[in-house]
């Protein structure tokens, strides 16, 4: 038997705060998505000004942090012709971001789900998903 953590709804909201604190700040609507260890949506928004084709990616990349258990930066350096995961781009129904933007959300040493952004440039977005993170732990208490 497999004992599983699982990000709440709660604690979802408190990246999503996190993230449109951020985005407010640097002036960036952002589409904000967090997903659960098993890449489901959990919470979403999208801020007024927040592009519409922002939406669906800002949730892949949600679900490629968590399910692929790295930013999704990292991929976009390692899915170019000849790299070792040329092509994972197409996998997962399409679904797999390689758009900086998205990451893993860890607790303990433990995925327990994904932030994904959209909206801004790939920078512009890691940079919102980095401070929805660190606006998590601060919040929370709890430690990567």
Do not use: W
Not at 62 to 77: I, M
Not at 85 to 98: A, D, E, K, R, Y
Request: net charge negative; aromatic share 4%; glycine share 14%.
């Amino acid at each position: 038997m497999l004992t599983i953590n699982r990000i709440s709804s709660a604690e979802a909201r408190v990246l999503v705060d996190g993230a449109r604190q951020k985005s407010a700040e640097m002036g960036i609507p952002m589409c904000i998505a967090v997903c659960d260890e098993s890449g489901h949506l959990v919470d979403f928004e999208r801020m007024d000004g927040g592009k519409i084709t922002s939406i669906s990616i800002a949730i892949d990349k949600a679900f490629t942090g968590a399910t692929a258990r790295k930013g999704t930066h990292v991929y976009n350096d390692l899915c170019q012709p000849g790299k070792p995961t040329f092509g994972i781009h197409v996998t997962n129904g399409g679904h797999f971001s390689i758009i900086g933007g998205g990451l893993p959300v860890t607790v303990g040493g433990q995925i327990i789900g994904g932030v994904g952004i959209s909206s801004g440039t790939a920078q512009e977005d890691l940079i919102v998903a980095e401070a929805a993170l660190a606006h998590f732990y601060a919040a929370t208490g709890m430690t990567a």
